[in-house]
């Protein structure tokens, strides 16, 4: 069945397989080498948007990927997750993988908070018992277990997010691409979002998750860290030194403004 989301964006929940390469480590579940991406247009030159990145994630590890508006981010998961094939450059993501969009109205279809997390176990040989397991499992892991039965329409931003993630974990997904979650979210359901996500890599040695965002204070979760600018991975690694490092740029920013 094709389905599109309420604004005829593409419904991604489970991304079949596109373009593969070998695992480069057992223990790395998302890696990126020297990806390239341009595009060009009839109207004006090629124009590079991502260029010669490089990335890995450890197995289990929750990871955030950071930078300005506009530097590449959501271009370079887009990649990871196969909707996107890049110019240069090879990639590596365990599967099942899910990407989750930003906007929570653009991946709930379904009726109710179940109907929504077993719409993907559809095309799956699963038997109703089963698959009614599946659904309470992963709205247990993201601590929506008593909103099964209730209507889509009546949740917050953040629940809907977690009801997503919940669909992509009952389809026994390995990696979560998640696209800036939190940012039409207030803070409570914010610190929701992350706890779910937290929760379900606690709880599984095997799922990996790469989020992005562009809010400093979410870092201290994170297991590690990508910054990027201008299509460019400037570096990675420990999540407080890329803090450290993100407030010297933006003391650097403010000294520069003031002088
Ligand atoms: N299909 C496209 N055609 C032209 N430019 C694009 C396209 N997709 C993204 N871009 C440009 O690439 C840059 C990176 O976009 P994006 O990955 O969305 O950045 P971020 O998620 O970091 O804000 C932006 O300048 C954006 O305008
Ligand atoms: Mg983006």
Known sequence: MNVSSPLGLPLVRSISPSRSIASPDPGISIAARNVNFAVSSRLGPVVQILKECSISVPTGELWMLLGPNGCGKSTLLKILAGLLTPTKGEVYVRRPRSFVFQNPDHQVVMPTVEADVAF??????????????????????????????????????????????????????????????????????????????????????????????HRLEELEYAD???????????????????????KAKQAAYIDQINS
Do not use: H
């Open 120 to 213: 993907g176990l559809g095309k799956s040989r699963c038997s109703p018992d089963q698959v009614r397991l599946k659904v309470s499992k992963a709205l247990s892991s993201v601590g929506m277990s008593d909103y099964m039965q209730r209507p889509i329409q009546t949740l917050s931003g953040g629940q809907k997010q977690r009801v997503a993630i919940a669909g992509a974990l009952a389809e026994a997904c390995k990696v979560l691409l998640l696209d800036e979650l939190t940012t039409f979210l207030d803070e409570t359901d914010q610190m929701g979002v992350i706890k779910a996500v937290k929760n379900c890599l606690d709880e599984s040695n095997e799922v990996t998750a790469l989020w992005v965002t």
């Open 224 to 246: 590690g860290a990508i910054y990027m600018e201008d299509g460019k991975v400037l570096c990675y690694g420990d999540p407080v030194k890329i803090t450290e490092f993100i």
